[in-house]
């Protein structure tokens, strides 16, 4: 297993992600995520549920983002926690985490070219472990489909407390649709003001038709400037569409 850790002092990415953990990030941003693992660790405790699928309508809503930051703010309650880089066809955890791309992955461990010891990556200052993708193949959703992709999950869970997925857009590519059976459910990424409604729309209708339990949405990227002191965009978390948060947004 690689460790390592990140460089404290770039907490931000051209993209302009930037980590909930230090003494230079908006209290609100931090509290939107403190507020979506409350709201996980309900669910995990009182449905026995684990593992999750962070997806989107289209590209550019914020659930890599989501993803990673969501992860850190459970691994500072105690627990374990696992990000696989799922998007198979533009990977984005090794840009937003600085790993570069010599990192064995997902794809090296469904190709028998890797194990899931030699693959994984824990960053022993975020408390996190990661699975970046590997090198894209040209078959994504033919090898997420396939077994040893499900047995992958099924050896996470068991080894970990929580396992996050980060997967591609849903109403772009089946893949998330296709990993959302091998999860308890799903968290629905959706950027204020960006998405039309119809895609978000078809977003739910392509989870929910193979049988994929929603069970709740993200806010990503709604500007909070005018009610907040902090120049910090705001997340809003909504649990099975009733009790609110709040979050901030990048992918």
């Not at 850790?5 to 230090?22: E, L, N, P, T």
């Not at 995990?44 to 993803?67: C, D, H, Q, Y």
């Amino acid at each position: 297993m690689a460790k390592t850790k990140r460089d404290k002092s770039k907490h931000r990415s051209s993209a302009d992600f930037m980590i909930a953990s230090g003494n230079d990030v908006p209290f609100n941003y931090v509290e939107s995520f403190k507020s979506l693992r409350t709201n996980l660790n309900f669910i995990a405790a009182t449905e026995k549920l684990n593992t999750f699928i962070l997806t989107s309508a289209i590209p550019g809503e914020g659930k890599s983002n989501t993803a990673i930051n969501l992860a850190i703010t459970l691994a500072e309650d105690s627990k374990s926690v696992v990000v696989v880089d799922c998007d198979l066809r533009k990977p984005s955890l090794n840009r937003y985490l600085k790993l570069g791309r010599n990192f064995k992955g997902v794809t090296d461990i469904l190709t028998g070219n890797a194990t899931v010891e030699e693959a994984l990556i824990q960053f022993e200052d975020l408390g996190i472990h990661v699975l970046t993708a590997g090198a894209v193949p040209p078959n994504p959703s033919e090898m997420l489909s396939a077994e040893p992709m499900q047995k992958l999950v099924e050896d996470l869970k068991g080894a970990f407390d929580y396992v996050i997925l980060d997967t591609p857009p849903v109403s772009v590519v089946t893949d998330a649709a296709i990993l959302g059976r091998y999860a308890d459910g799903a968290l629905l990424c959706v950027r204020s003001d960006y998405a039309p409604k119809e895609t978000v729309q078809l977003a739910k209708e392509r989870l929910t038709a193979v049988g994929v339990r929603i069970l709740g949405v993200v806010l990503t990227g709604f500007d909070a400037k005018n009610d907040h002191k902090s120049s910090a965009y705001s997340y809003t978390y909504e649990y099975e569409y009733k009790s609110k948060s709040n979050n901030k947004s990048d992918k």
